[in-house]
T-cell receptor, first 111, second 115 residues
Framework: QKEVEQNSGPLSVPEGAIASLNCTYS??????FFWYRQYSGKSPELIMF????GDKEDGRFTAQLNKASQYVSLLIRDSQPSDSATYLC???????????FGAGTRLFVKA | EAGVAQSPRYKIIEKRQSVAFWCNPI?????LYWYQQILGQGPKLLIQ????????DSQLPKDRFSAERLKGVDSTLKIQPAKLEDSAVYLC?????????????FGPGTRLTVL
């Protein structure tokens, strides 16, 4: 079992729709959860982080965390073509040091 | 605020040759990471430094890879000798320590091609 799992996609949504990206993790003691966006040929960029169960909203982005289910998600509202990228889920383990990345989900937003 | 700097941006070598990458983190960031990202995969941590001490190098192929961070600032990653499977993008990242360690800032990366 991979430590951080994501559907590789591609996930294709029309412009203006909600894109839902999902991630599961295996370490039940994980404390911190991050979403990075990576455009093709570029390096990852942090867009959201969440530490507590529930929802966290920042503009068009909402991160959702359910520690009991070991599940974290990212919702992108009013998706734009500029949101087309690979979204990486990253999880920091119980020790508070090592961050493990998932393989990423490719998102395409069609104009 | 200046970002994470890396050089070179691209490198092409033949197998069994040596190569070195350089990284300068964001000023004040005590934690520095080297990742390997193979096409289609997520970044894989090679080594993590806290100041100039190693926190985690469990996935660093120590028979061929080495890294150092002298004076707790910039860092170099070396591969000697390179193999075909080392072809990847090598990413350097930095962060504030402990509780904010997951909030990492990445450099532009070095794309390595081993022929």
């Amino acid at each position: 079992q991979k430590e951080v799992e994501q559907n590789s996609g591609p996930l294709s949504v029309p412009e203006g729709a909600i894109a839902s990206l999902n991630c599961t993790y295996s370490d039940r003691g994980s404390q911190s959860f991050f979403w990075y966006r990576q455009y093709s040929g570029k390096s990852p960029e942090l867009i959201m982080f969440i530490y507590s169960n529930g929802d966290k909203e920042d503009g068009r982005f909402t991160a959702q965390l359910n520690k009991a289910s070991q599940y974290v998600s990212l919702l992108i509202r009013d998706s734009q073509p500029s949101d087309s990228a690979t979204y990486l889920c990253a999880v920091m383990g119980a020790g508070g040091f090592k961050t493990i990345f998932g393989a990423g989900t490719r998102l395409f937003v069609k104009a | 605020e200046a970002g994470v700097a890396q050089s070179p941006r691209y490198k092409i070598i033949e197998k069994r040759q040596s190569v070195a990458f350089w990284c300068n983190p964001i000023s004040g960031h005590a934690t520095l990471y080297w990742y390997q990202q193979i096409l289609g995969q997520g970044p894989k941590l090679l080594i993590q430094f806290q100041n100039n001490g190693v926190v985690d190098d469990s996935q660093l192929p120590k028979d061929r890879f080495s890294a150092e961070r002298l004076k707790g600032v910039d860092s170099t990653l070396k591969i000697q000798p390179a193999k075909l499977e080392d072809s990847a993008v090598y990413l350097c990242a930095s962060s504030l320590p402990s509780g904010r360690a997951g909030e990492q800032f990445f450099g532009p990366g070095t794309r390595l091609t081993v022929l």
